[in-house]
């Protein structure tokens, strides 16, 4: 697996499992009925933020990334990061690669720290992912999210100083 700058034309492959994911409404706070468009604006960032691709040897891409400041000002120290994994290639490692890799290119970048600001409880595969690679749950907004099986859970914001 090979991870690399995501370009305008990896959106037309990255749109379908994004928008699968996201319409499902169980992983991310977006507006389940978030267009191809704004979609676009939201996860393909310019510099200095940064967009990333995981592809096999063939190219096919696996899983993205986006990694940004996640606060402004004063707290611009702080880096957070999305991922998304093409559900047909879930259990693969495209996640740990995609969160090692934002976590590297963080450091690289000069940032302090990594939160994550809303990791719904229930996604329990992501959770533990980001526990093994050194987060910690510093809290949960109780009910902060309306899970389409599960009722309304709780929104965990992790973190790890790099």
């Not at 492959?13 to 468009?37: N, Q, R, S």
């Not at 934002?102 to 719904?120: C, E, H, K, T």
Request: net charge negative; hydrophobic share 40%; aromatic share 10%.
């Amino acid at each position: 697996m090979r991870i690399r700058q995501a370009t305008d034309e990896d959106w037309s492959v990255v749109w379908p499992f994004f928008h699968e994911i996201v319409a499902a409404g169980e992983t991310f706070t977006y507006p389940l009925d978030l267009g191809k468009d704004d979609a676009r604006w939201w996860w393909l960032l310019d510099p200095p933020n940064h967009t990333v691709v995981a592809v096999d040897d063939d190219g096919t891409v696996l899983g993205t990334a986006k990694m940004n400041n996640n606060h402004m000002g004063n707290g611009s120290h702080v880096a957070g990061a999305s991922y998304m994994v093409d559900p047909r290639h879930a259990g693969q490692g495209v996640g740990r690669a995609l969160c090692t890799y934002s976590l590297d290119w963080a450091r690289a970048s000069g940032f302090r720290a990594m939160q994550f600001n809303a990791v719904v409880e229930t996604n329990v595969h992501a959770v533990t992912l980001y526990g093994s690679l050194g987060f910690e749950i510093l809290g949960t907004l109780p009910e902060g999210f309306d899970h389409p099986a599960h009722g309304l859970v709780g929104l965990h914001i992790m973190h790890r100083r790099l």
